[in-house]
């Protein structure tokens, strides 16, 4: 089992910048991917960052270039800096992790961007 524990959404003006932060523990020796996934109301839960144990990331298209992922392998912490946040990036977001026994997600982190 992983325990997972976000910190950082918040309101925010559009143009503005958060930073996520999800804090991992349990079975981390376990952990392979760790990312930020997100669900808008009304909407389906859809990538927005992932970092492999090797450093990899891949971002959903609409978040490249100005959303960065990064991992704290030594504090089992992965981090999502948001950067020139739209209205449109409005929602809960949910920190994942892959591990070799399944995945596991956090409870989610509200993000609200105001215009």
């Known amino acids: 089992q992983v325990q997972l524990v976000e910190s950082g959404g918040g309101l925010v003006q559009a143009g503005g910048s958060l930073r996520l932060s999800c804090a991992a523990s349990g079975s981390i020796f376990s952990i392979r991917t760790m990312g930020w996934y997100r669900q808008a109301p009304g909407k389906q839960r859809e990538l927005a960052a992932t970092?492999?144990?090797?450093?990899?990331?891949n971002y959903a298209d609409s978040m490249k270039g100005r959303f960065t992922i990064s991992r704290d392998n030594a504090k089992n912490t992965v981090y999502l800096q948001m950067n020139s946040l739209k209205p449109e990036d409005t929602a809960v977001y949910y920190c994942?992790?892959?591990?070799?026994?399944?995945?596991?997600w956090g409870q989610g982190t509200q993000v609200t961007v105001s215009s």
């Open positions: 970092i492999t144990s090797g450093g990899s990331t």
């Open positions: 994942y992790v892959r591990t070799v026994n399944g995945p596991f």
